[in-house]
């Protein structure tokens, strides 16, 4: 589809809007309306008053909408803002009559629907009013609605429990057995790369301590670590014993409150590491069978069956582990509602403490990059989340945190859902950006978070596993400007 801007360069957010609405186009922007599917959107000024109009036409047929632009007593980045939200409500008004139904999330394009009620609470409006603007100006389906006023509660009680020098750390372990098809994180097979692990964990060790001597110096502290990957559990029992020695041995780690590790993919795991990781301090353990039957398994390219997701459970329980978080995702090739169904009701047979639902997202640096299979997959996928979100609540699950992604099967969502009093603290506070978080290793991005205003600053650690260990001398740099430099 081609596209024109008239009176605005809010390119980003005419972009964004077209591909949430229509995920298998291809954007071209002109100077000049031209025959074919084309899409217009205006920004014009009349008496002081700003509109952002748009012109959809598709296949011959023609829609618009326009919408009012309130500026009065705004800041510059509140009115761009306004501006650019008035821009996207414009374009989604003139493209949904050409859709055989409304996306369930409306309008709203960004990754973080909780943080956009939250703030509504925060500058005032009750819990109603907020669900009220969710639903009314972005079209937010009730259902999603509720998904996310129950997601920002959440985190407004979780934002209680953070003082001003509170922290977390995320540690990076870009290593797995074999890549998924769908994956798209920095991440190495260890077929490729294992001869680097070893360099890698030695850099990695070495940034630890470099890390914990600026955050003493700084005056913070560590609430919670999450070590994530690729599959840390890759890593041998020893090389986790060292790792984890690293941690404890640099940082203060008496205000702990939650220590997860992503264990992962269950070819990975062992009773020998649980035991390394239970005596580590670590409580919180992920394994995830992403479906619990075995052809969409090989399909996907993991190399385990349903049966060793089993057995990694029971290892880890009576490795002595009472907060065990299980990842599905709804939209896999292979897959289908009832099988997807059965992947949910084994998981709520085993009661693990959080359930994470997500939904197949096609991205860039994956195998898999068919964003016209994805968006097919409306109504299948639309039926696996419809079993989940019911079944789950009825096995006493409640969601506590969500986030979207670009390309996601039918436009949908991931959701975190837990047994009361079981909510990943990590999750909520790094998704919801309720405090700085510091990224050790390959990949890893720091962010300090000014809890006074929002205002984020980012500091990124090179991305690859060799860039990462070739730049071993200056891994501190980043962290240290976001801990010292002045807001």
């Not at 993919?265 to 649980?274: M, N, Q, S, V």
């Amino acid at each position: 589809m081609k596209y024109i801007l008239e009176g605005h360069e809010m390119k980003h957010a005419a972009e964004e809007m077209l591909l949430h609405l229509l995920p298998t186009e291809t954007l071209t922007r002109v100077e000049t309306e031209q025959d074919g599917d084309i899409c217009i959107s205006a920004l014009t000024e009349q008496d002081g008053c700003l509109c952002a109009a748009a012109r959809v036409t598709i296949g011959g047929e023609t829609h618009a909408g326009s919408i009012p632009v309130l500026t009065e007593g705004l800041d510059e980045l509140s009115r761009k803002r306004a501006v650019s939200t008035a821009v996207k409500t414009s374009i989604y008004d003139a493209v949904v009559p050409f859709l055989e139904e409304p996306p369930v999330w409306g309008s709203l394009t960004g990754v973080r629907p909780a943080k956009l009620a939250r703030g509504l609470v925060e500058r005032g409006k009750t819990r109603g009013e907020a669900a009220e603007i969710l639903r009314s100006s972005f079209h937010v389906s009730p259902e999603r609605t509720a998904l996310t006023i129950r997601a920002a509660a959440t985190a407004m009680e979780l934002d209680q429990e953070i003082g001003p020098d509170d922290i977390s750390l995320y540690v990076g372990i870009p290593f797995c057995p074999s890549r998924c098809y769908y994956c798209s994180f920095v991440s190495s097979t260890t077929a490729q790369s294992g001869a680097l692990i070893e360099p890698y964990l030695e850099t990695l060790c070495g940034e630890i301590r470099e890390t914990a001597a600026l955050v003493r110096q700084a005056g913070k502290r560590v609430q919670s670590i999450y070590i994530g990957g690729g599959t840390p559990t890759t890593l041998s029992a020893e090389q986790l014993e060292r790792l984890t020695a690293a941690l404890a041995d640099s940082f203060d780690l008496s205000a702990l409150r939650e220590y997860t590790v992503e264990a992962g993919r269950p070819d990975t795991i062992t009773p020998e590491k649980l035991r390394v990781l239970k005596n580590a301090g670590v409580g919180r353990v992920s394994i995830n069978p992403q479906s619990m039957e075995d052809s969409v398994l090989a399909a996907i390219g993991r190399k385990h069956a349903a049966a060793d997701v089993l057995r990694a459970f029971d290892e880890a329980r009576q490795a002595g582990f009472r907060e065990i978080n299980m990842d599905v995702i709804a939209g896999l090739t292979g897959d289908t509602p009832e099988t997807f169904a059965h992947t949910i009701d084994t998981l709520i047979g085993l009661a693990p403490e959080n359930i994470t639902v997500h939904t197949l997202a096609i991205k860039r640096g994956a195998d898999l990059t068919d964003k016209a299979a994805a968006a097919a997959q409306h109504e299948t996928v639309s039926r696996m989340l419809d079993y989940a979100y019911h079944a789950l609540p009825q096995a006493g699950y409640g969601p506590y945190y969500l986030y979207r992604q670009k390309f996601m099967a039918g436009g949908y969502e991931n959701v975190g859902w837990c047994r009361p009093g079981t909510e990943c603290f990590y999750n909520v506070t790094m998704m919801e950006e309720l405090q700085t978080i510091l990224s050790l290793g390959a990949g890893g991005v720091s962010k300090r978070v000014d809890r006074d205003t929002g205002w984020i600053e980012r500091a990124n650690n090179p991305k690859y596993p060799l860039e990462y260990i070739r730049a071993a001398d200056r891994l501190a740099n980043g962290k240290k400007k976001l801990l010292f430099s002045k807001k």
